[in-house]
């Protein structure tokens, strides 16, 4: 019996020994160039669409919602966040405002017309200068943020999607949206 406590005990020393093995991973370099508020160029869709049931079909975001004298509110934020706890790390994330589409029905079900908000596309990004590439870690909701890019130093091109109701009723569509750092 006192040899399988004496086991006991090892096992329990040796896994504690091991468990509390500290050994703390270094965070790549972080850049924090892209961070900072970006006013909104155009917003196009892969394929032409009719969202304001005019009866003509466009790519062009802005204008199928009609959302033209609005469109200061639909910009790009990013930012890097840093924690007091682990100083090597920093949590960055992409903040993109756009039109929420919010098609009005009758009580009978039957489509009136749609109206627009506006909602914010969360996602979660690091950017490494040395390939100059943005790489989406996660989504964090309001739609999905596909690809970031840089096409010039103060430029960044995001494809992303989201839900709009169309003439052919609720769609995701594919978004490629420009926007000019501030």
């Given at each position: 019996m006192r040899y399988f406590k004496f086991k006991i005990l090892i096992l329990i020393g040796y896994f504690?020994?091991?468990?509390?093995?500290?050994?703390?991973?270094?965070?790549?370099?972080?850049?924090?160039?892209?961070?900072?508020?970006?006013?909104?160029?155009s917003t196009t869709t892969v394929h032409p669409v009719d969202l304001n049931f005019d009866g003509y079909?466009?790519?062009?975001?802005?204008?199928?919602?009609?959302?033209?004298?609005?469109?200061?509110?639909f910009f790009l934020y990013l930012e890097s966040i840093g924690y007091n706890w682990t100083p090597t790390y920093y949590d960055?994330?992409?903040f993109l405002w756009s039109p929420l589409?919010?098609?009005?029905?009758?009580?009978d079900g039957v489509y009136l017309r749609t109206g627009y908000g506006i909602t914010n596309l969360l996602a979660k990004y690091r950017y490494n200068p040395q390939n100059n590439r943005v790489d989406v870690l996660g989504n964090l909701g309001g739609g999905?943020?596909?690809?970031?890019?840089?096409?010039?130093?103060?430029?960044?091109?995001?494809?992303?999607?989201?839900?709009?109701?169309?003439?052919?009723?609720?769609?995701?569509?594919?978004?490629?949206?420009?926007?000019?750092?501030?």
């Open positions: 504690s020994v091991v468990s509390c093995k500290n050994e703390e991973q270094v965070e790549p370099t972080y850049s924090f160039e892209l961070d900072g508020k970006y006013r909104l160029i079909f466009s790519t062009d975001l802005i204008q199928e919602t009609n959302q033209a004298e609005n469109k200061e509110r960055q994330r992409i589409a919010n098609a009005i029905l009758n009580q999905i943020v596909d690809s970031v890019y840089r096409t010039e130093p103060d430029i960044l091109q995001i494809h992303y999607r989201q839900y709009f109701y169309t003439t052919n009723g609720w769609e995701e569509l594919s978004l490629i949206s420009n926007y000019k750092k501030i």
